[in-house]
């Protein structure tokens, strides 16, 4: 006889071998589909991730000035306001005076590569034979920049839509957290009670677990990377200011700070950066910069999830073919939550395997 349990276990081997074949058989169609949820929902999910972000500071100021919730959310946001506006005003002069920088020294970085061309490659006959392929290559690869730069600007009301429409999302998120951080109390309880009316106390129970898990790995996660990534901006700035005396500091720092949110790859990405814009007028202190980011990233990096690196870059290169630079943050975060479930049902199989 076929239980109940038992049609739901169909049904559910039914609808992802549907999704299997879907995704096997046309899997554009299923990344487009799942690219238009994330842009729906893509609000919520700034909103959601503003108040995971200003709730350990709003309950901050709840214990220790006792002042209304309302007051603490406006003040929070005030705050942050405060602190972009002085990041914003501090940065676009050293991004301007950085990219001056880099147009002024565009004619050295030829010489240093003409300097290289006829010295080492001139003496090899293989690589005299590939320069002239080398150029045509390069000369191709011109005329697509030139067509994408002509596209771009046929397509600038396209780029300048999605630009309002990022901005509406933006709004649309900081709206939601405040109502989230407002009624987070009513909220939580409202979903509990649909979870143990639609669910058996025991199936209701596991996913309140679930959710109480995964609140703690993205809480930990976003957290601890951003005072991971704060220490390491400020410790590149010290440095690079007052130890090694770079040009640039303020920028190099700030991409140094910026980089490290990106999991795994994000410290070798932000060290080229610093140590190719030094190498330019001293290849010695080029050498230094290259030790101080490798020991300052040594000394600072945590590890807030627990994942082994293989869980780490294999998350981070799916992620990011699939969701683009969202999809790189969010991945580690995500697979740790991944890798608890199937933990949890392995010890489970185990467990109930055991006692038989």
């Known amino acids: 006889m076929v239980s109940k349990e038992n049609i739901k276990y169909y049904i559910l081997i039914a609808f992802i071998s549907i999704l299997l074949y879907k995704a096997i058989d ?18 919520f999910l700034i909103g959601i991730f503003l108040t995971l972000l200003l709730n350990p500071m709003i309950m901050f100021l709840e214990r220790k000035f006792k002042s209304h919730r309302l007051v603490n959310i406006f003040f929070s946001y005030i705050l942050i306001s405060f602190v972009f506006s002085v990041g914003f005003k501090l940065l676009i002069p050293a991004i301007i005076d950085t990219l001056n920088t880099l147009i002024n020294e565009i004619p050295n970085y030829i010489n240093m590569l003409n300097i290289f061309l006829n010295k080492y490659l001139s003496q090899s006959q293989v690589l005299e034979i590939l320069i002239p392929h080398l150029q045509n290559n390069l000369n191709s690869i011109l005329t697509k920049l030139l067509d ?7 397509d600038l009301f396209i780029y300048i839509f999605s630009i309002t429409s990022l901005l509406f999302d933006i709004i649309m ?15 939580g309880l409202g979903c509990k009670k649909l979870l ?34 704060v220490i390491i901006g400020c410790l590149a700035f010290i440095g690079f200011k007052f130890i090694l005396k770079i040009n640039n500091t303020l920028f190099l720092s700030f991409i140094v700070f910026l980089t490290n949110i990106i999991p795994y790859f994000g410290p070798f990405i932000g ?9 330019v007028y001293s ?8 030790l101080f980011l490798l020991i300052l990233q040594q000394l600072v990096m945590g590890d807030q999830v627990g994942l082994s690196p293989l ?20 991945s580690v975060p995500i697979a ?19 006692s038989k």
Do not use: C
């Open 336 to 354: 740790a939550i991944i890798k608890f479930s199937i933990d949890k049902y392995v010890q489970n199989k185990i467990h109930i395997r055991i």
């Open 26 to 43: 046309s899997p554009r169609q299923i990344l487009d589909s799942i690219n238009g949820l994330m842009s729906f929902f893509s609000p």
């Open 196 to 229: 143990y009316a639609f669910f058996p106390i025991n199936k209701a129970n596991n996913i309140v677990e679930f959710f109480k898990v995964s609140h703690n790995i993205f809480y930990h996660y976003i957290i601890g990377k951003l005072i991971d990534s």
């Open 311 to 330: 869980w780490i870059i294999s998350a981070v290169l799916i992620g990011g073919s699939l969701f683009g630079i969202i999809g790189v943050f969010l």
């Open 173 to 187: 998120g900081i709206i939601l957290s405040i109502y989230m951080l407002y009624d987070k109390e009513k909220i």
């Open 148 to 154: 994408l730069f002509s596209k771009v600007s046929s």
């Open 283 to 290: 290849p010695i202190k080029a050498v230094w910069v290259a």
């Open 271 to 279: 060290a080229i950066f610093p140590i190719v814009m030094t190498l």
